[in-house]
T-cell receptor, first 115, second 115 residues
């Protein structure tokens, strides 16, 4: 069974450009999470979805960030306009809410560099 | 609110020696506790979890963790370290009364195993 698939793995862009990161969760999982990892701030939860519905987006840094989950097999995280401080590794994770004990399965991450 | 503390940024151990990576948590109810490992340029991988039952939990790659309710700790241990265990380790906690499978991660501890 394929794991969580993220694309692109690496993205280099210039300040002000729009960035879209994509995630395909594990089939059958009904929770999806977007995390950001930096040296300074560690691992931060940005937003998570249950059954395609955003439950908690309090970690989204500002209005430049938006996330969607149009169906159970796809999610996007968009940054518009991007800034150098957005440079980080962005992880997507999925989980099956079963008896409330399910662990998270992470993708390999998308490394974003904003120049 | 739930929180996790990993008091050591880095742990150094010689190959063949036992290792311990420390984790303490704060949660209102009975916690669900997790350990994840991250190798360079990879996503986080699940190692083990404590939900209920035996306080000593065994996981992947020979790792184990001991849940101590009185000390609110969940330290990760391995009897004999390998060089290949060198990685970044994250402890995470979940409050079962919360929605979905939202985990709160600690800041991570870098384990360096030297030959």
């Amino acid at each position: 069974d394929a794991g969580v698939i993220q694309s692109p793995r690496h993205e280099v862009t210039e300040m002000g450009q729009e960035v879209t990161l994509r995630c395909k969760p594990i089939s059958g999982h009904n929770s999806l999470f977007w995390y950001r990892q930096t040296m300074m701030r560690g691992l931060e939860l940005l937003i998570y979805f249950n059954n395609n519905v955003p439950i908690d987006d309090s970690g989204m840094p500002e209005d430049r960030f938006s996330a969607k989950m149009p169906n159970a097999s796809f999610s996007t995280l968009k940054i518009q306009p991007s800034e150098p401080r957005d440079s980080a590794v962005y992880f997507c994770a999925s989980s099956l809410v079963l008896a409330n004990t399910g662990e998270l399965f992470f993708g390999e991450g998308s490394r974003l560099t904003v120049l | 609110a739930q929180s996790v503390a990993q008091p050591e940024d880095q742990v150094n151990v010689a190959e063949g020696n036992p290792l311990t990576v420390k984790c303490t948590y704060s949660v209102s109810g009975n916690p669900y506790l997790f350990w994840y490992v991250q190798y360079p340029n990879r996503g986080l991988q699940f190692l083990l979890k404590y939900i209920t039952g035996d306080n000593l939990v065994k996981g992947s790659y020979g790792f184990e963790a001991e849940f101590n309710k009185s000390q609110t700790s969940f330290h990760l241990k391995k009897p004999s370290a390998l060089v290949s265990d060198s990685a970044l380790y994250f402890c995470a906690v979940r409050d079962p009364s919360g929605a979905g499978n939202m985990l709160t991660f600690g800041g991570g501890t870098r384990l360096m195993v030297k030959p």
